[in-house]
């Protein structure tokens, strides 16, 4: 496996890298994938990552080029890229997964077609790509854009969905289009993805399918660790909740660090609100009081403006759907839910906001 290639293929032409890194007057987007060309091709055998900073604070972390480089020869296996197959970057190059579709574009050969994030991505209407990875809000952007569903997704044939968590109504959007949808689970340390899901069509599952050389297992704690190749101590533990059906197959059920313990019960939050999310449109989320005696008390979060017409319609629904230890105790409304740099929502930061 050559690391190094010379050339890069972007928007159809074949590029130099050393001349790419030096060329002037690049548009922002370009400079960034400069910047990373230019660590990639360092000396050094490692390039420096940000986390996302979604359970806790973000650090740098170092990550061994020949670790990427494997990472990125998963993918290409997986969805079968070939050379000269046009995908799409659309992602920020800052964060891990970013970089991995450069560098997939760079061992794959594929045809690399770099676009701003922000992007409103109208170009869809008439571009069509083998491949492409997005975050959650991108894809749902996406979805308001088009007069008709899946008219500019559909012309990607394969789309990669990670970096959060992917709600209920948006992946039921997805039942409709003809492209291919996977959600991916992964971390920055992993040098993303270590497992996909398929969430439409022929062969959709509930379940994370493991990818190849990668197992994991489960800790006493119930929480997920990961066997890859390449790591200097294994398994890496996460503070995932999950269940597996084997070593290769498993599903997150929330995180350790965010179970709510009331009443001497212990509630793992994205679970409860799995059960409300098909009902509830707007940005929401369990969090939870100082409580006496029960050391905490479930509430529900909502994002938008308090009313009482609102509090009944969402006290209905979670006497509904939710038993009677997980009825949560108060309904608070926040202007904007707290979030990362990346969009997730910043649990942490809620829970200070409903404290006060």
Same mark, same amino acid.
């Given at each position: 496996?050559?690391? $190094?290639?010379?050339?890069i ?5 074949k &590029?130099l890298v050393e001349?790419f890194?030096q ?6 987007h370009?400079?960034e994938?400069?910047? $990373?060309?230019?660590e990639?091709?360092?000396? +050094?055998?490692? &390039? +420096? &990552?940000?986390? @996302? ?6 650090k ?14 998963r993918?290409?296996h ?8 046009r ?6 190059l ?5 970089k991995?579709?450069?560098?997939? *574009?760079?061992l ?5 077609r770099?676009i701003?994030?922000? @992007?409103? $991505?109208?170009? !869809?209407?008439?571009?069509? $790509?083998r491949f492409?990875?997005?975050v959650?809000? /991108?894809?749902?952007?996406?979805l308001?854009?088009?007069a ?15 970096? @959060?968590a992917?709600?209920?109504s948006? +992946?039921?959007q !997805?039942?409709?289009l ?10 920055? +340390?992993?040098a993303?993805?270590?497992?996909l899901?398929?969430m439409n069509?022929?062969g959709? &599952?509930?379940?994370?399918?493991c !990818? =190849?050389n990668?197992s994991?297992?489960?800790?006493d704690?119930?929480?997920l /660790?990961?066997y890859?190749?390449?790591?200097e101590?294994q398994p ?5 909740? *999950?269940?597996l059906?084997d070593?290769?197959?498993?599903r997150?059920l929330?995180? @350790?660090?965010n179970v709510?313990?009331s009443g001497g019960?212990k509630f ?8 409300l ?7 929401? !989320? ?5 409580h =006496?005696p ?9 994002e938008?403006?308090?009313?009482d017409l609102?509090i ?12 009677k230890? =997980? ?13 990362t740099a990346?969009?997730?929502?910043n ?10």
């Amino acid at each position: 496996m050559n690391l $190094f290639p010379k050339y890069i293929k972007l928007f159809g032409a074949k &590029v130099l890298v050393e001349e790419f890194i030096q060329k002037p007057n690049k548009p922002i987007h370009e400079k960034e994938l400069a910047g $990373f060309l230019k660590e990639w091709y360092a000396p +050094e055998d490692f &390039v +420096e &990552v940000k986390t @996302s900073g979604s359970t806790g604070t973000p650090k740098t972390i170092r990550l061994k080029k020949e670790f990427v480089a494997t990472s990125a020869q998963r993918t290409i296996h997986f969805f079968q890229l070939k050379k000269d197959d046009r995908v799409l970057h659309c992602l920020p190059l800052k964060y891990i997964a970013g970089k991995l579709m450069v560098v997939r *574009a760079m061992l794959g050969e594929l045809d690399l077609r770099l676009i701003e994030p922000s @992007s409103d $991505f109208s170009y !869809l209407q008439t571009e069509k $790509f083998r491949f492409a990875a997005m975050v959650p809000n /991108q894809v749902a952007k996406i979805l308001k854009a088009e007069a008709i569903l899946g008219k500019w997704l559909g012309n990607i044939e394969k789309l990669l969905i990670g970096g @959060s968590a992917i709600t209920y109504s948006l +992946e039921k959007q !997805l039942q409709n289009l003809k492209t291919d949808c996977y959600s991916s689970y992964g971390m920055t +340390e992993t040098a993303t993805h270590i497992a996909l899901r398929k969430m439409n069509g022929h062969g959709a &599952v509930g379940w994370y399918r493991c !990818l =190849e050389n990668i197992s994991v297992s489960l800790s006493d704690n119930g929480c997920l /660790q990961i066997y890859i190749p390449g790591l200097e101590s294994q398994p890496l533990q996460t503070t995932d909740l *999950a269940e597996l059906k084997d070593d290769k197959t498993f599903r997150i059920l929330g995180r @350790s660090d965010n179970v709510i313990i009331s009443g001497g019960i212990k509630f793992s939050p994205e679970q409860i609100e799995k059960k409300l999310e098909s009902f509830i449109s707007t940005p929401f !989320l369990i969090s939870s009081l100082r409580h =006496e005696p029960l050391g905490e008390q479930l509430v529900l979060v909502v994002e938008g403006k308090k009313s009482d017409l609102e509090i009944k319609r969402l006290m209905k629904i979670c006497r509904s759907e939710l038993n009677k230890y =997980e009825q949560p105790r108060q309904i608070r409304f926040l202007r904007q839910l707290p979030r990362t740099a990346n969009g997730k929502f910043n649990r942490k930061g809620v829970a200070e906001v409903v404290l006060l």
